[in-house]
């Protein structure tokens, strides 16, 4: 896993699996160092977001900084303002998990003080199976339009093509050749392809990006 | 178009638009917001029309006018939002109007909680509104199925001049799922010569839409030609999924998401020797009542389960169709809880227990 800076903000278009990426990030994360802080940022979605694994997080000493009011499923767009504390400190590694489209990171433009020029990484999660990005003319747009309403420019991208439980690895090949083209247009490395664990022996060689198995902590086990 | 992993809310929208739906009058609310969501911004794509009501109110009455003038159209909302909507949907089914409503119900009652809930199932079945009439209940358990039932929906719809309604709950509005979208088994749909269009009908009458009869006889005439309506549906639309009824020792029936638990329950179940078959009632009016009572005649079947996010709603149809022959038992969580597979186990383990 790459090491280089202490904030990691995790956006995309919706249902591209950005919560899953930074569930699994924090949790790979957190087996090597316990300072490790995920915030649930999301004011798009009701469901299915990082604040539902509360538990979870804690029994791996992961800080977890969830909404402001306190319910873990209220649809409410209150962002707490612990986020200043693990920003402002030094102590954290931070993962902010960004709600979905222009409209999720919207909420980042008032952090933007933070983020200078090689201080942070901000990824774009790609699904190559939504309908809205399957081409790199739409995921350049999302690219663009997330810059703009958050304030902050987009570091890498992450190949996380995926079918939930029916992914196979030609939906990773079709991603990869979806961020390779991406890549070449925009200049961002590809930095990580993320794949269901099961998935990975299958993978060929020439895959961009690091590698990083995912096992899915969102999903509950009967669906 | 290819597979591809899309939120319940939307493949509805997008499985409209596939029908061929082009109006969409609504108000936003959760956990349903990404279907106008997703058709204030694609309905324009095809020509079509996207607004957002000022109420529900608004909305089922704009609905009931793009309806009345022959154009397939669609509303939807969540619980408390369909509540809102009741008088007109009694005044769609009055006018024999085509649509589709979408319900992605949420815990009720009142203003309630925004996670899933069945609770609206006796709202959608038994009439929310006043009068004798029904609404063709579908109740998809995946993505896929939601967006073949959307449009068929609308053919369903059209072929009966009866309002549609899609009932799904919050896990169905907001989860992910790989979809495809294929064409609907093929119907010869009647023409819309009802439709007020400016012209007459093919018998050199006026067009007119209402559902007001002033003389007694006269609407109860109409009400004796919408029951036969219904019962037209009722032979003709029933749908619903049964396995491993054959040599169970109960049987399970759920709807919609639960549905989905269940069928795990049943895998738990049987790998701990005890054979549970199920019976997923699809169309929720009209019901699969022969299926219970085939159900209720095996003879290695001691008991019924029905299992719901409700306090207990589907059951009273579940009784009427296993009608006394073996025993209806009931689990439910509320409010927005969605059970474990396990609770499932241990209620059939707990029931098993007491009626051998």
């Given amino acids: 896993m790459r ?59 992961i800080k977890l900084i969830s909404s402001s009011t306190g319910y873990s499923t209220a649809d409410v767009p209150a962002i707490s303002p612990e986020v200043y504390g693990i920003l402002q400190s030094n102590k954290y590694e931070v993962i902010l998990d960004v709600g979905g489209d222009p409209n999720g990171a919207r909420v980042l433009g008032r952090y933007f003080q933070y983020f200078q020029e090689d201080n942070y990484n901000m990824w774009m999660v790609v699904n190559a199976n939504r309908p809205n990005t399957q081409k790199s003319k739409e995921v350049i747009e999302y690219i663009n339009r997330i810059q703009d309403s958050s304030r902050i420019a987009m570091t890498g991208l992450i190949n996380n093509t995926h079918m939930i439980r029916e992914t196979s690895k ?45 096992s899915l902590k969102m999903r509950p086990y009967w669906l | 178009m290819a597979k591809v992993l899309m939120k319940g809310n939307e493949a509805i929208g997008a499985a409209a638009i596939k029908a061929e739906c082009r109006y969409y009058f609504g108000y936003p609310i959760t956990p349903s917001s990404e279907l106008p969501e997703y058709l204030s911004r694609e309905l324009p794509k095809v020509d079509g029309v996207f607004l957002q009501a000022e109420s529900e109110t608004a909305a089922i009455n704009m609905l009931y006018g793009a309806a009345g003038a022959g154009a397939r159209a669609m509303t939807g909302s969540s619980s408390p939002g369909i509540s809102l909507k009741q008088e007109g949907i009694s005044y769609i089914a009055g006018a024999e109007l085509p649509c589709v409503i979408v319900n992605i119900v949420r815990g009720g009652p009142g203003l309630g909680s925004i996670q899933p809930s069945q609770a609206d199932y006796f709202q959608a079945t038994k009439g929310g509104g006043h009068g004798d009439y029904r609404m063709v209940v579908l109740a998809p358990d995946s993505i896929q199925e939601t967006v073949d039932l959307v449009i068929e929906g609308f053919d369903i719809a059209d072929q009966y001049r009866n309002p549609v309604m899609i009932l799904g709950d919050g896990v169905i509005g907001q989860m992910m799922e790989p979809v495809e979208f294929k064409d609907p088994p093929k119907r010869d749909l009647p023409p819309k010569d009802w439709a007020t269009t400016g012209t007459k009908d093919s018998n050199g009458r006026k067009r007119v839409i209402n559902s007001l009869y002033i003389e007694a006889e006269a609407c109860e005439q109409m009400n004796l030609k919408l029951q036969a309506k219904y019962r037209e549906i009722q032979k003709n639309e029933i749908k619903f999924e049964t396995f491993g009824t054959e040599g169970a020792e109960i049987i399970l029936s759920a709807y919609g998401i639960t549905s989905r638990v269940t069928k795990n329950a049943i895998k738990i179940l049987e790998k701990e020797g005890i054979k549970a078959g199920m019976v997923r009632p699809i169309t929720l009016w009209p019901f699969p009542y022969k299926e219970f009572e085939k159900a209720a005649e095996i003879d290695s079947v001691k008991a019924f389960l029905s299992i719901e996010m409700s306090m207990g709603q589907m059951v009273e149809d579940v009784r009427l169709g296993v009608n006394g022959k073996k025993p209806v038992y009931f689990y439910g969580r509320a409010g927005g809880v969605v059970p474990e597979p396990l609770e499932i186990v241990e209620e059939v383990k707990k029931i098993l227990g007491g009626v051998k």
């Fill in chain 1, 3 to 61: 090491d280089d800076h202490r904030v990691h903000v995790i956006t995309g278009h919706y249902g591209s699996g950005k919560t899953e990426f930074a569930l699994n990030f924090a949790f790979k994360k957190a087996e090597k160092q316990d300072n490790i802080a995920i915030a649930d940022m999301d004011i798009v979605n009701p469901y299915f977001r990082s604040r539902e694994k509360k538990a979870e997080l804690e029994e791996r000493g």
């Fill in chain 1, 170 to 214: 030609e939906d990773i090949i079709r991603g990869n050749d979806l961020v390779v083209e991406v890549s070449e247009i925009t200049g961002l490395p590809i930095v990580y392809t993320s794949v269901l664990e099961e998935v990975v022996p299958d993978l060929p060689k020439d895959i961009k990006g690091e590698i990083f198995p995912i």
